[in-house]
């Protein structure tokens, strides 16, 4: 899916280069461009989410130990029925490239050849 929405995207970047109808270029340019940033938010989340998976990954691996205990008394002090929720981590913000795991910054790279992989330099420049 995350293919066919960057080639959708890639086709709406297109349509800014149609200029057949002057009278509909202004309206047509925001909805694209709305779309263009919606598409834009929707990677920079998964990247990060991606990040924030490999870190919460490394974390429990480290403290294996620690967590288990925590979690056995998280189930113990929460009501019956109830999963005790186990400790996100997050990127604290403004975070550098010396912060996030190789994963995310391989995930990262692979887009980045995606968009330079486009032809055409108008939707290039958008994506």
Sequence with gaps: ERVKSLKIVIQLAKLLSDSGYPQFYPSMFVLVTEVLERFA?????????????A???????????????????QSKLSPPGSKAAAKHIQLKEPFSAGDIPVSARDTCRNWFYKVACIKECLPRIYV
């Design 41 to 53: 938010d929707m990677v920079y989340n998964r990247l990060l989410n991606k990040a924030e998976e």
């Design 55 to 73: 870190l919460q990954a490394k974390a429990s691996a480290t403290s294996t130990t620690e967590m288990m205990f925590t979690n056995d008394l």
